[in-house]
């Protein structure tokens, strides 16, 4: 059965409950498809000790502050999916759960947005699917080989699921530093840290306030036709949040350099050094998840979709919100994607009219 509707956002995560919260003030007809079966997209599968780089009151959707939690600067993730469940009720927004959206194709004048439970033929599309259900994991020698477990960042939940082991966090961005600092500061786990290159640490006192806005300064520069001023990128690659702090100021954080292979047990080094390891996990980043885009034809270099602002250049019914910059300036943080949100909501119904 095909059922009609003006527009669909694929993805239930804070970028497509921003795009939800501006397609219901603007009266569209629209409906939010989501393959999870609970509210909160990504945020209800992050490790538990994760927390966020900014306060509450920085990290807000559009229309609604988030309320501060009890005893933290930085809210923890069961907090950002405490917000977002209630942003989804509070607004009564269409949201199906438990949707997984196969593929969208041209037809017409509309487009077809096929699901694992039916067909919907629609005038635009708005694609928040983000980027957590493609992690990536580099091809390295061995990898095939190891005996010991391989998680991704998406497999990581808690330091005592490693008790008594020797694990081996890889990666020098925000989730390997917290991710290693978590497993260090445990106390139960023997932790190697590893990274492409020395981890570069951001200043203290810059948390993701200043990141927004150092990346709005450096869209905006672009936009003017001003040189690159390297955003966020210039400043470093670690937000030094509490517990990361903690580990590297107590001398419990360092990072070895990249290892050259794995073999069936162990890490081994260029230079003969070899780790053994029980783990090796991966914090190694992500894809964006665009594969029910495939049959539109609109991948170009490194597998983005070319856009001007959020709009497809190949098809202007469709828009892409929440997937980093080329979507928007700092499009994947709670408080970016509700500008990038409203933008395209705005050019939609445009469309419409």
């Excluded at 259900?133 to 990898?143: E, I, Y």
Aim: charge should be neutral.
């Amino acid at each position: 059965m095909t059922q009609h509707v003006d527009v669909v956002v694929v993805g239930g995560g804070q970028a497509g409950l921003a795009a939800g919260y501006h397609l219901r003030r603007r009266g569209l007809d629209f409906i939010v498809l989501d393959a999870d079966p609970a509210p909160s997209g990504s945020w209800q599968h992050m490790w538990e000790s994760l927390h966020l780089f900014s306060p509450a009151e920085h990290s807000s959707l559009p229309g609604r502050l988030m309320p501060a939690q009890t005893g933290e600067t930085y809210p923890g993730a069961g907090h950002v999916v405490d917000y977002l469940t209630d942003y989804e009720k509070r607004y009564d927004l269409p949201v199906q759960h438990g949707t997984r959206v196969d593929a969208v194709r041209r037809d017409g004048e509309r487009l077809l947005v096929e699901t694992d439970t039916g067909t919907w033929r629609v005038k635009a599309v708005a694609s928040a699917t983000g980027t957590w259900s493609r992690p990536f994991l580099p091809a390295l020698p061995g990898r095939g080989t190891f005996t010991g477990r391989q998680l991704h960042t998406v497999d990581y939940r808690r330091p005592a699921d490693f008790a008594g082991q020797r694990v081996i966090v890889v990666g020098g961005g925000n989730s390997g530093a917290q991710i290693a600092a978590d497993l260090t500061l445990d106390g139960h786990v023997d932790v190697t840290w590893v990274t492409e290159r020395p981890p570069r640490f951001l200043a203290d006192d810059i948390d993701g306030r200043a990141l927004f806005d150092v990346a709005t300064a450096r869209r905006r520069a672009l936009d003017a036709g001003r040189s690159d001023s390297g955003g966020v990128a210039s400043l470093g690659d670690i937000v030094a949040v509490p517990p990361v702090r903690a580990a590297r100021d107590t001398g419990l954080l360092h990072a070895k350099p990249m290892f050259a292979q794995l073999t069936a047990t162990s890490a081994r080094w260029d230079n003969g050094s070899h780790t053994h390891a029980d783990a090796v996990i991966w914090c190694t980043g992500f894809r964006p998840a665009l594969t029910h885009l495939a049959p539109l034809n609109l991948r170009r270099a490194r597998g983005h979709i070319p856009t001007d602002g959020t709009r497809a250049l190949d098809e202007p019914r469709l828009h892409l919100l929440g997937y980093g910059d080329w979507t928007g300036p700092a499009s994947a943080t709670l408080i970016g994607v509700g500008r990038t949100a409203r933008d395209a909501v705005r050019e939609v119904t445009g469309l419409l009219s």
